[in-house]
Each structure stands twice: as structure tokens, then as C-alpha cells.
């Protein structure tokens, strides 16, 4: 059935290494989107794409890279570079990213750096 | 996209109805409200909008006040399960979803 999965669901890396998140979605969606979840704040926009090999920087971008050859896919590197990089990761794709289109979301990575 | 305010978290007796608030003052004319919940540790999951007037799903009503300044999402016959994070959320529909300001929701506890 369709979905949205994002795997693994928890991630523990050492401090300093790269780590990639994988969302795979069957939904033919165009758009597909990267959330950071930190306690006490919302949803907060890393990055998006709303078309194979295209993709636009988030509100908080920096440390974090993304690549989307593929419609299906779109993962989401966190490199060294980030300073706090324990979050838990979203991955969502929409029809569009206008039109008012409903959002899917995956189960989530939770990620830990230690 | 206007803003919104909810309670930070309420309780609820199982099987009883939860009723859940959202102000949103600022909401402009071609705004709709959206509604979604997160499960501890899952992703958001969509529930219900409206523009104008009440609508009503398999998995809750959404009751918008007569000046759209606020509404309230009804879960009619709460369950264990339904004890999630609850996010109101303004939006043009022809907006980007990339551009929904996710606030903290409301936090709601179906108690046995």
C-alpha cells in the first residue's frame, strides 16, 4: 500500500561522522520535504524539493545536505557541520507543494549523536 | 499565513467528547484551518479543514466560529489512542506547505 518510510527509525552516530536518512515514498508526489522536531518546538523546515533534481534550502539548512534524483527518494545527509544534530527527523511529501495539497508524513528517524 | 493559538495541553475522560480550542484572530478571508496529530515518536497525520463552515469526518468534527476567529476540533468519543499532540494550522489553499508555521499544539491525555 502507499506510503512514506523513513528508515531507520533511531540512529546513534559518533560526534564528527556523516550520517544519511532515507525517505522513500510510493505516492507519485511531486514535493517532498525534511522537518527537524526538537522538544519544546515545532516542525522546522531543513529543506525541500518540488521536482526530481531540484531542491531549495529550509529555514535551518546549514549542516545538512540533500539530493533528489529520484522522485521516489530524498535523503537527508547531517554532517559534521551541524552543532546539535540530536533531533528527530521528518520526511513528508505532498501532490504539490501549492494547492493546498495534504501533507504525508513518514514514522520519523530519531537521530543521536554521541 | 496567520497565526495561531492553543492551549498547551488538556485532559480528557475516555469516551467522553475532547474538544479542542484554536484562536486565530488574524485569519484573513481566503484562510483555511487545518488540523493534524503527532503520536509520541510517529510522524503528523491530517485530519481535517474547513474555510467557512463545519465540517465533519470519520475521525473528528471541526466546528469555525461565525467571524472565523477561532474554531475547535471535537473528537466525538475519545479513545486511549487518540492521546497525541493536536497542531491547528492556518493556510491559504493555494499556499505552500512548505511555508506552514508549525506551532507547539495542544497536548492532549484520554485518561482511562
Known amino acids: 500500500d502507499g506510503g512514506i518510510t523513513q528508515s531507520p527509525k533511531y540512529l546513534f552516530r559518533k560526534e564528527g561522522q556523516n550520517v544519511t536518512l532515507s525517505c522513500e515514498q510510493n505516492?507519485?508526489?511531486?514535493?517532498m520535504y525534511w522537518y527537524r522536531q526538537d522538544p519544546g518546538q515545532g516542525l522546522r523546515l531543513i529543506y525541500y524539493s518540488q521536482i526530481v533534481n531540484d531542491f531549495q534550502k529550509g529555514d535551518i539548512a546549514e549542516g545538512y545536505s540533500v539530493s533528489r534524483e529520484k522522485k521516489e527518494s530524498f535523503p537527508l545527509t547531517v554532517t559534521s557541520a551541524q552543532k546539535n544534530p540530536t533531533a528527530f527527523y521528518l520526511c513528508a511529501s505532498s501532490i504539490y507543494d501549492r494547492g493546498g495539497t495534504e501533507a504525508f508524513f513518514g514514522q520519523g528517524t530519531r537521530l543521536t549523536v554521541v | 499565513d496567520a497565526k495561531t493559538t492553543q492551549p498547551p495541553s488538556m485532559d480528557c475522560a475516555e469516551g467522553r467528547a475532547a474538544n479542542l480550542p484554536c484562536n486565530h484572530s488574524?485569519?484573513?478571508?481566503?484562510?483555511?484551518v487545518y488540523w493534524y496529530r503527532q503520536i509520541h515518536s510517529q510522524g503528523p497525520q491530517y485530519i481535517i479543514h474547513g474555510l467557512k463552515n463545519n465540517e465533519t469526518n470519520e475521525m473528528a468534527s471541526l466546528i469555525i466560529t461565525e467571524d472565523r476567529k477561532s474554531s475547535t476540533l471535537i473528537l466525538p468519543h475519545a479513545t486511549l489512542r487518540d492521546t497525541a499532540v493536536y497542531y491547528c494550522i492556518v493556510r491559504l489553499n493555494a499556499g505552500n506547505n512548505r511555508k506552514l508555521i508549525w506551532g507547539l499544539g495542544t497536548s492532549l491525555a484520554v485518561n482511562p
Open positions: 488574524t485569519i484573513s478571508g481566503n484562510e483555511y
Open positions: 505516492l507519485n508526489h511531486d514535493a
